[in-house]
């Protein structure tokens, strides 16, 4: 007889579930896994030497090779100024890029869990599509829309607009790669809890905005929060696209991605690899906000549940 587990019950509960065998009078129980610990143990040290191998040993070595040289060196190679036009630069395109997909996913998003209409399934392709688009292809097709020799480039050099090797291309290839992270962070969660309370809202007579502002947001705070960090890690650290269409001109156009490609490619080791540092430095900011997210949405969910 096998004892049933609660509805919402986590995976370590059910992997632990146990299992009654009645014979002759006496109940026998065991766990429903019954794996030996060795192969337990095993897994647990294939996965640690794999990340340490592809993860902390690289990230360990960034930093090493950032200060090899002394701190003065690595205090000189980020306060370069190519090198602090390049932080500035990400900077800006991550501050412009996060807000544009934030009001894109939490509006497609809402249109896609609340409402049914034509189209939804080509919504939902084309918020995909920079996952299956190479970065490379997406800056091209950049190109070949706004460049000299593109669709509006005679127009725009009569208008003395730039936006190919400028900053309002780079803005455009990081919102192309960014699209997905919000709005694909939103789209089942606000499946998941229907329209039961926008519904209400709407009865007890509370307007659009109110109803998105007092129900709707606050369901998925943790959610928004969430997708936008991973958009911002995402924006601070695209290459792909935006090498294609920033023309690397030092000082100028050059994120910090490109910066430290110039760097490494002039055997200027030392300074590549402290620009570098701060880039990994962003990602473990990132990784702790995520946590932090993450266990702050839990506590929620089980203040929510014990309500």
């Not at 632990?16 to 896994?33: S, W």
């Not at 306060?79 to 939490?106: C, E, H, R, W, Y």
């Not at 055997?267 to 990132?286: G, I, Q």
Request: hydrophobic share 55%; net charge neutral.
């Amino acid at each position: 007889m096998v004892e049933p587990a609660p509805q919402h019950a986590s995976l370590r509960t059910i992997m632990t579930t146990t299992i009654t065998f009645p014979l002759a009078g006496k109940t026998f129980r065991q766990r429903a896994t019954q794996e030996p610990a060795w192969v337990r143990r095993s897994l647990i040290g294939l996965a640690l030497v794999f990340l340490t191998l592809f993860l902390f040993v690289p990230l360990i070595s960034v930093f090493y090779e950032a200060f090899k040289k002394g701190v003065e060196v690595y205090v000189a190679a980020i306060t370069d100024p190519d090198a602090v036009s390049a932080i500035k630069l990400t900077l800006l395109v991550a501050a412009i890029a996060v807000p544009l997909n934030l009001i894109f996913g939490i509006a497609a998003a809402w249109a896609i869990a609340k409402f049914e209409f034509r189209g939804k399934n080509l919504l939902i392709t084309l918020i995909d599509l920079p996952f299956s688009v190479s970065p490379v292809v997406s800056g091209l097709i950049y190109v070949l829309v706004f460049g000299l020799q593109g669709w509006l480039g005679p127009w725009l050099a009569e208008h003395d607009i730039k936006i190919i090797f400028a900053v309002p291309g780079i803005v455009l290839a990081t919102v192309f790669v960014t699209v997905p992270f919000i709005a694909r962070e939103l789209i089942p969660l606000m499946q998941a809890q229907g329209t039961e309370e926008e519904e209400a809202a709407v009865v007890l007579g509370a307007s659009g905005w109110q109803t998105f502002y007092h129900v709707t947001l606050p369901n998925i705070k943790w959610g928004l929060l969430y997708g936008s960090i991973l958009c911002n890690a995402r924006a601070m650290g695209e290459f792909g696209a935006v090498s294609v269409v920033s023309g690397h001109i030092r000082g100028s156009t050059n994120t910090m991605p490109l910066h430290v490609e110039i760097l490494y490619n002039e055997y200027n080791f030392a300074a590549a690899f402290a620009v570098a540092s701060l880039l990994a430095l962003l990602a473990l900011v990132t990784l702790a906000l995520k946590t932090l997210i993450e266990f702050r949405n839990k506590q929620h969910q089980k203040q929510r549940g014990l309500e």
